[in-house]
C-alpha cells in the first residue's frame, strides 16, 4: 500500500511537470469562484458597517409602524351610511330653513344636493351633501382607532411598548418664509415632503422622544437654545444646511470635504431658527386673488371699458404672514350685508370657512436624513439605504415631550394630530400611525407577516411595516444573501468541476502507461486513487488560494474607491453616530469563505471521479502495450 508522503510527492510532480496547463486551469476556475468570494466580502463589509452605524440607535429596537387607510369604497357604497344619510337629510333643509328665515335670506330646499347618488344598482354617497357628510363622520367616529386596532392585534405578541405617531392637522399650505420673509411668486410645490425642492407643505410629524432621541443633536447644544416658545422640530439635513447660509458642495467635493460639512452642520444646528407661514386653503384663495387682481388690471389698464372687481384684497406683509388686506370694496351696503348674512348662513352648516394664517418659527432640535434621492441616485446611496436606512428620511418631526413643555403649546393647537380617519381628506393619509415595540427582531417579523396587509384589495386593513431603520432586517438581508450565494455557488461549481474534469481527466489519460506500470509492480487500486486524489485536492487548493487572492483584491479596490461615499451617506443618515466612523465594504464573512473553500475542494473532487474510474477499468496490459 502507498504510503500517503509518497502520493503528495507524486502528486506534487505531476503538477510540476505540466505547469502551463496548471495555471491555465487555476486561474480559469478560480476566476469562477472569485466572484463568490468577493460577493461574500462585500457584504459582510456591508452588514458590518450597518450594525456599527446603528449601534445605539432605533436599528437595535424592533418597532414596527401600524397604520389604517381609510376604504373608500366600504364607505361610500355603505348601504347602512345612506340610509343614515336619507335620514339626515330632512333635518338639514329644516334647520336651512329656519336658519335663512331668521337671517333674512333665501333658501330653496330644492338646490340642497341629494345624499345618495346612482342607480339602483350602483349608489354611492354624495359628498356635496352636507347629510352624507355628517353621515360618513358619524361612521367613521365609531370605527378603531390605529391605537385601538395596535393593542388589540399585537397583544398576543407580548409587546413591549407603544408609541403614537401622529401627522400635523394641515388644512392648507405650510411655506418657508426665506430670510424671514414670504416670496408671493414662488410656486409652491404641493407633493410630498420629501426630497431636493420640497418645502415643508405637508406638515410635520408628533414622535415620542424615546424614538427621536438618536436624530437629536448633543445636549450641550440644546441647553444653550434660550428661544423655549420656538416649536421644537427635527429638520431635514439640507434644510438646516441652507438655512446656515451654507452652499451645496459641489459633486466634486471629496469624501473628507464633505465628510467635515457635515460636522459642522451638526455642530451649529441647533442654532438655527426657521419661519413658517400657514395659510388655510381661504387664506391662500385671497392671496392669490391678490396677485390676480393686480395682474388683470395691468393688462387692461389702457381698455376703458374693463371693470374692475368691486372687492380687490392686495397682498400682505411679506413678513408677517398676515391676512390679505382689503385693497378696495366698492360693494353698496345691502351687497355687503348680503355677503355677511350668507356667510353667517354657510359658517353655521360647515360650508363657509374663515380665513386663517399663522406664523410659525421652528427651533432645530435635531436632524433628520434627507430623503432618499435628494442629491440624486446612485448605486452606494441605493446599497447604504438598504441596509442601514431610516423611517425618518426627509420628514420634519417634533419630538413629544420638547413639545409639552413649551409654555405656549396652545398656539399650535391647529396643528395637532386628529384621532380619527378623514375619508374627506385631500391625500387619503391616516392622520395618526401606532408605533408597536416588540422585544425581539424575529416577534416583530412574526406580527409583520401574519397582521399585515398591503394588498390592493385590503385598503381599511392595517398596513404595518418596520420602523427606525431597515437594519432591523439584516438576518433577512443575510439569510438572503446566504441564499443567493448558494444558487450561484450550485451554478459556478457545475462550471468549474467540468473544467477541472478536463484537467484531470487529460492528465489521467495522459498517465495510462503510469497507472498499468503502478499497478504491474503491484498498487492496488485504492494507491492509484490516492494519488490522484491527492494531486486533485492539490490542484483544487491552488484554486482556492488563487480565488480567495483575486476575491479580496477585488474587494479591497471597491473599498477603496467607494467608502468614502458610502461613509458620507451612512454619516447623513445617523446623526448620532460617531463622527469617525467608516463606513467599509470589505468585510470577512468567515462561514461563507469557509464554504467557498469547501465547495472548490468539492467540486475538485468530483471532477475526478469520472475519468478516474474509467482509467482504473482499463485493462492494464493492453495500457502497457499502447503508445501514450
Known amino acids: 500500500m502507498i504510503r500517503l508522503r509518497d502520493a503528495a510527492v507524486l502528486a506534487l510532480t505531476k503538477l510540476r511537470t505540466r505547469k502551463v496547463r496548471t495555471t ?19 457584504a459582510g463589509g456591508v452588514v458590518d458597517s450597518a450594525k456599527r452605524f446603528t449601534a445605539g440607535s432605533l436599528s437595535e429596537r424592533a418597532i414596527v409602524n401600524l397604520q389604517l387607510f381609510p376604504g373608500m369604497s366600504e364607505i361610500y357604497n ?11 337629510q330632512a333635518k338639514v333643509v329644516a334647520n336651512k330653513k329656519a336658519a335663512a328665515g331668521r337671517l333674512g335670506i333665501a333658501y330653496d330646499p330644492a338646490t340642497e344636493p341629494k345624499p345618495v347618488e346612482g342607480d339602483a344598482g350602483n349608489t354611492y354617497l354624495n359628498t356635496e351633501s352636507l347629510a352624507a357628510r355628517q353621515a360618513m363622520a358619524e361612521y367613521t367616529a365609531r370605527q378603531p382607532t390605529a391605537q385601538d386596532t395596535a393593542k388589540q392585534l399585537a397583544t398576543p405578541y407580548q409587546p413591549k411598548a407603544f408609541y403614537s405617531f401622529g401627522a400635523s392637522n394641515i388644512d392648507g399650505r405650510l411655506k418657508q418664509m426665506k430670510n424671514g420673509k414670504e416670496d408671493f411668486t414662488e410656486k ?18 408628533y414622535l415620542d422622544s424615546s424614538i427621536t432621541k438618536p436624530f437629536l443633536v448633543e445636549q450641550k447644544y440644546l441647553d444653550a437654545q434660550t428661544d423655549k416658545t420656538a416649536l421644537p422640530i ?25 465628510l467635515d460639512r457635515i460636522s459642522d452642520v451638526r455642530a451649529r444646528a441647533a442654532t438655527v431658527r426657521l419661519a413658517v407661514c400657514y395659510r388655510n386653503s381661504v387664506s391662500q384663495a385671497q392671496v392669490d386673488d391678490a396677485i390676480r ?34 385693497k378696495t370694496d366698492t360693494r353698496t351696503a345691502s351687497e355687503k350685508t348680503l355677503a355677511s ?17 399663522q406664523k410659525v418659527t421652528f427651533r432645530v432640535v435635531g436632524l433628520a436624513p434627507d430623503g432618499f434621492g435628494a442629491d440624486g441616485f446612485s448605486s452606494i446611496d441605493a446599497l447604504v439605504s438598504m441596509v442601514a436606512g431610516s423611517s425618518l428620511q426627509g420628514m420634519w418631526v417634533v419630538p413629544q415631550d420638547m413639545f409639552d413643555a413649551l409654555p405656549n403649546k396652545a398656539d399650535y393647537e391647529r396643528f395637532l394630530p386628529v384621532k380619527t380617519v378623514d375619508p374627506l381628506s385631500g391625500n387619503g393619509m391616516p392622520p395618526t400611525g401606532q408605533l408597536i415595540e416588540f422585544a425581539s427582531a424575529a416577534d416583530a417579523k412574526r406580527f409583520v407577516t401574519e397582521q399585515s396587509c398591503s394588498d390592493f384589495d385590503c385598503a381599511s386593513k392595517p398596513h404595518i411595516t418596520y420602523f427606525g431603520s431597515n437594519s432591523v432586517l439584516i438576518q433577512d438581508i443575510m439569510d438572503s444573501a446566504t441564499q443567493a450565494l448558494g444558487v450561484a455557488a450550485l451554478v459556478i461549481a457545475a462550471i468549474a468541476a467540468l473544467i477541472l474534469m478536463g484537467m484531470v481527466g487529460r492528465v489521467i489519460g495522459d498517465s495510462r502507461r503510469e497507472t498499468a506500470m503502478f499497478r504491474a509492480i503491484g498498487a492496488k487500486r485504492n494507491d492509484i486513487r490516492a494519488i490522484y486524489a491527492t494531486y486533485t485536492f492539490f490542484l483544487s487548493l491552488l484554486v482556492a488560494l488563487a ?5 479580496v483584491a477585488v474587494a479591497l479596490w471597491l473599498d477603496t474607491q467607494f467608502s468614502g461615499e458610502a461613509t458620507v451617506r451612512a454619516q447623513l443618515t445617523f446623526v448620532g453616530a460617531d463622527g469617525g466612523q467608516q463606513f467599509h465594504l470589505f468585510g470577512l464573512w468567515w ?28 485493462s492494464p496490459v493492453k495500457d502497457m502495450r499502447d503508445e501514450t
Open 24 to 42: 491555465v486551469t487555476v486561474v480559469t476556475a478560480s476566476l469562477l469562484f472569485s466572484s463568490l468570494v468577493l460577493a461574500s466580502l462585500v
Open 78 to 88: 355603505n348601504p347602512d351610511i345612506q340610509v343614515r344619510a336619507q335620514e339626515l
Open 188 to 205: 409652491l410645490d404641493v407633493g410630498m415632503s420629501y426630497g431636493p425642492i420640497q418645502d415643508v407643505t405637508n406638515g410635520w410629524y
Open 234 to 258: 427635527i429638520a431635514p439635513y439640507s434644510k438646516v444646511e441652507s438655512a446656515l447660509g451654507l452652499a451645496k458642495l459641489s459633486k466634486t467635493a471629496t469624501p473628507q470635504q464633505r
Open 293 to 326: 387682481a393686480a395682474k388683470e388690471i395691468e393688462q387692461n389698464k389702457d381698455n376703458k371699458e374693463y371693470q374692475k372687481p368691486s372687492l380687490i384684497y392686495g397682498l400682505p406683509d411679506s413678513g408677517a404672514c398676515s391676512p390679505a388686506p382689503v
Open 341 to 357: 348674512k350668507q356667510d353667517q348662513f354657510g359658517r353655521e352648516f360647515g360650508q363657509t370657512v374663515d380665513p386663517a394664517q
Open 547 to 551: 480565488a480567495l487572492a483575486i476575491g
Open 591 to 618: 462561514q461563507a469563505l469557509l464554504a467557498i473553500v469547501g465547495l472548490v475542494l468539492f467540486a475538485g473532487f468530483v471532477s475526478m471521479l469520472l475519468p478516474l474510474s474509467r482509467n482504473l477499468a482499463r
